[in-house]
């Protein structure tokens, strides 16, 4: 048994960026399936670990971290191996303002369309019209983002950064929809997507859908 324990289940995409994370540092962890979609964040076992019954939550070196964000930079800052984060002031920033523009707006407008056809029971069974305003949403948000890339190869600069592995997860399900073309083809973010693919961190992630 590892020392490192995730808690959170595979089709959720925030656990997707912080198992992404832990396999790129090679770290050794065991994973607790805890399914949103069951209920199960809000039982008392793990309204234990996260009184706002979230996941992911990482168990490591003898302490608990709570939210995405904070176990990402933890693990890429006490574990050698590949950098996710650039090495340049403004990749950061841009880096930083990515991982902002999805955690603030873009989680909900692109799970929104997504789950609008997967899975609408999830998202409350939206109307068509409040469909039309989310994918409207979707769309200035990866407008935004993809003005933010800059024409770089990846979100943030040159190399593959925590920007990348936060949106990425996102859009593996609005792939599945009837708006997968008119989202990817915004800007350069198709050409961005096959690079993001081929990625062996993160497509070893990808969740077991059926």
Not at 149 to 158: F, I, P, Q, V
Request: overall charge negative; glycine content about 10%; proline content about 5%.
């Amino acid at each position: 048994m590892a020392d490192t324990t995730l808690y959170g289940f595979d089709g959720s995409t925030y656990v997707r960026t912080a198992k992404t994370i832990l396999n790129r540092k090679g770290v050794d962890y065991d994973q607790v399936q805890v399914n949103v979609l069951e209920g199960e964040t809000h039982q008392d076992e793990h309204l234990k670990r996260h009184p706002f019954g979230k996941v992911p939550v990482l168990d490591i070196d003898g302490h608990r971290i709570l939210e995405t964000t904070a176990i990402v930079f933890y693990v890429e800052q006490s574990r050698g191996g590949p950098s996710a984060i650039p090495e340049s002031a403004w990749d950061r920033a841009r880096m930083n303002e990515v991982m902002s523009i999805v955690g603030s707006y873009g989680y909900d407008a692109l799970v929104g369309t997504a789950f609008y056809h997967i899975m609408p029971e999830f998202i409350g069974n939206p109307s068509e019209e409040q469909h039309h305003k989310t994918l409207d949403e979707a769309k200035k948000v990866l407008t935004l983002i993809d003005e933010i890339r800059a024409g770089d190869d990846w979100l943030a600069g040159g190399s593959v950064s925590l920007a990348d592995y936060y949106l990425g997860p996102i859009l593996f399900y609005t792939n599945m929809t009837p708006h997968k073309d008119e989202l990817l083809d915004i800007g350069g973010l198709r050409a961005w997507w096959e690079r993001l693919s081929a990625d062996p961190d993160f497509a070893k992630t990808e969740p077991a859908m059926g």
